[in-house]
């Protein structure tokens, strides 16, 4: 994976860029938390499930399938006013820690397809230097060259798309 920070970084720009009024701040982070949600698989890798299993690390919590599925349940729990909307961005933001995993150049690939097709896919564009599982190892010097390109891969596209809709937002009401 990119680090937890970042993946929450990508979940959180998507949904301010469609956010509705009723949901200005919630939506935006129960979107960034639902964007780290797929490696709480790694708690399962910790307790030797295997990484290449259906239930193993970027298995089906890593696929479009898981990300429908918790983007419907978290809408119609807690989004009750704008459920259609919250659906939609919660399940793009979880699908976007896949994406974003594939882009990674380390470990195994993403079981995007589960349960349908359980092959593990990549990208073919892998720019991010895959983070090593676990918080504790992101504060060293490897940590550190894993981040600069999550910075320049995830953070600053992020910051962009928030910057471009907040503009075109300000045009549109003034
Ligand atoms: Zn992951």
Redesign the pocket.
């Known amino acids: 994976?990119?680090s937890v920070f970042t993946?929450a970084v990508a979940g959180f720009a998507l949904s301010r860029v469609g956010m509705s009024a009723a949901y200005r701040w919630q939506l935006p982070l129960v979107a960034a938390f639902s964007a780290v949600v797929?490696?709480l698989?790694?708690i399962g890798h910790m307790l030797g499930v295997p990484y290449a299993s259906f239930w193993g690390?970027?298995g089906f919590?890593?696929s479009i399938v898981f990300a429908v599925l918790w983007g419907g349940i978290v809408a119609w729990t807690f989004f009750r006013k704008a459920p259609w909307l919250a659906w939609v961005l919660v399940s793009l933001a979880t699908v976007s820690?896949?994406l974003?995993?594939m882009c990674t150049n380390g470990g195994l690939g993403?079981a995007l397809f589960a349960p349908i097709d359980n092959a593990r896919y990549f990208f073919p564009w892998r720019p991010i230097n895959v983070a090593p599982i676990g918080v504790g190892a992101f504060f060293t010097k490897h940590g550190l060259a894993v981040f600069m390109s999550e910075v320049q891969f995830v953070w600053l596209p992020s910051i962009g798309l928030m910057g471009g809709f907040f503009l075109l937002r300000r045009k549109a009401n003034g």
């Open positions: 994976m990119p993946h797929p490696d698989d790694a690390h970027r919590s890593h820690h896949p974003l995993d993403c």
